[in-house]
């Protein structure tokens, strides 16, 4: 820190911003910033943008540009040097958002950040938007007194999962070069817990395709020994979990089991949204079965709806299916393990295609470096309870990019995101607490990496 800079309060001088982060917090939101045109105007996604590099510029970060990336979205990227011989810390988040879905889900505007209830609602108000305003309270708090380097990185197509930041990242290392990458894309285990993941599993979705038939013939002359595509589709996806409701897919080891914190069976009905009496799927431990354990998901099937249907035997149905690959599975192996049951499973020799998605690999975060110590010792003192570590059952495809141009680089994952957010879901919100906490620990945790805790 430079002799005539003052000692550096982070937990008073955070609190007194708390209005400040608010009003940006709302500013940011208005952005309907989903990442795709069909839905909403290019321009939403761009005014966020650069709403992010002028609030970056203006928390210390002298050199932020935008660039376009190959998806067409824009990536806000920033730099502040270190000095000779100090580590340099990547801080990053996303600003664009989910599609906000059908608004009379919703409490109140999307796009209007409202309080109710002491939490604030709206669309990115947790993912993301509301981690790029933690970044800037941490980095405003701290000012000049800082003696590390500084990279930021807010990306713009996340959500849509078109991989432009991914391609910028293998084809521009040196703009996303670090000793230590906090991704501020997770959250608590629950408000007030300090939490970081340390593992996300990755994804190996594919479409199915049976078919049957030449063309739909009547149930009435034909029900019985034709083959239904549809009830051929829904037998075998019937294989992919067992009476418990496990996913069981031949040659993948569904036995494996979390170490980290617990989550509770009540908490989890709780966050999901689990109907009263409704049971959950799966014998082992909720902890296991999310982030431990690959977990088969049917995201849709193309059949006849049920208005207007006619009395005919469907001569050909498909399904979308989603799979979660944990850490120590291959997600490659696991695909094809996936596509090879479909095939073995499927009834009365069914013709049957499976179309293959990207894959994206799991993703095991090192604990044993002095980024991940600092860490854990800042989060212990902005939350006054010791950080206990968990999983991520969604994918990050961007922390297994940059383990790779990164080798020896520590990547942590924290952020504002806990379970009552309800992220990608109506109502969408963040606890103000969770900010400014997380905000603090941030501070803290820089501090320590530039080994001054003033």
């Known amino acids: 820190m430079p002799a005539d800079a003052r000692p550096v309060d982070v937990r008073s001088d955070i609190g007194a911003a708390m209005p400040r982060a608010k009003a940006e917090l709302a500013d940011l939101v208005r952005f309907a910033s989903v990442h795709d045109p069909r839905q909403f105007p290019v321009e939403e996604c761009t005014g966020a943008a650069q709403w992010v590099q002028r609030a970056f510029v203006d928390a210390g970060i002298p050199d932020v540009q935008l660039i376009e990336t190959v998806d067409g979205s824009l990536a806000v990227v920033g730099s502040r040097p270190a000095p000779p011989g100090a580590p340099t810390v990547l801080l990053y988040s996303h600003y664009d958002v989910q599609p906000p879905g059908d608004r009379n889900f919703w409490d109140s505007e999307p796009f209007e950040l409202t309080e109710r209830d002491g939490r604030w609602y709206g669309r990115g108000s947790a993912d993301c938007k509301g981690n790029v305003i933690m970044h800037l309270l941490a980095l405003r708090a701290l000012g000049d007194s800082l003696d590390i380097g500084i990279r930021i990185v807010c990306e713009g197509s996340e959500e849509m999962g078109t991989g432009g930041l991914e391609v910028l990242v293998e084809q521009r290392p040196e703009l996303f070069a670090a000793d230590i990458v906090v991704i501020a894309d997770t959250g608590n285990a629950r408000v007030g817990m300090p939490t970081v993941t340390t593992t996300l599993r990755g ?80 014998s082992s431990s909720v902890a296991d079965a999310v982030w431990a ?71 095991r975060a090192r604990t044993d470096g002095p980024g991940y110590a600092a860490l854990s010792e800042a989060l212990e003192e902005a939350f006054g309870h010791p950080m206990g570590t968990a999983g991520q059952g969604g994918s990050i495809p961007l922390c297994t990019g940059l383990a790779r141009v990164l080798p020896d680089a520590e990547i942590v994952l924290m952020g504002v995101e806990e379970p009552q957010c309800r992220i990608h879901a109506p109502n969408e919100s963040v606890d103000p607490t969770e900010i400014e906490k997380m905000a603090v620990a941030e501070a803290l945790f820089l501090q320590r990496l530039a080994g001054s805790d003033s």
């Open 203 to 282: 994804i190996a979705n594919v479409v199915v395709h049976v078919e049957t038939l030449a063309g739909e013939v009547h149930s009435g002359m034909y029900g019985g020994p034709a083959p239904d595509a549809l009830a051929a589709l829904v037998q075998v996806l019937a294989t992919l979990r067992n009476e418990q409701g496990d996913t069981v897919v031949d040659g993948l080891d569904a036995a494996q089991t979390w170490e980290g914190v617990e989550y509770g069976a009540e908490q989890f009905r709780s966050d999901a949204g689990v109907l009263d009496g409704v049971g959950l799927a799966g």
């Open 293 to 363: 354990r690959p977990a088969l998901t049917i995201l849709g099937i193309d059949c006849p709806p049920v208005v207007g249907s006619a009395a005919a035997i469907s001569p050909r149905a498909s399904a979308r299916l989603n799979l979660r690959v944990p850490p120590g599975m291959d997600a490659q192996q696991a695909q094809d393990a996936l596509a090879a049951h479909l095939v073995a499973h499927t009834p009365w020799n069914a013709r049957v295609t499976v179309d293959r998605e990207a894959i994206g690999s799991p993703f």
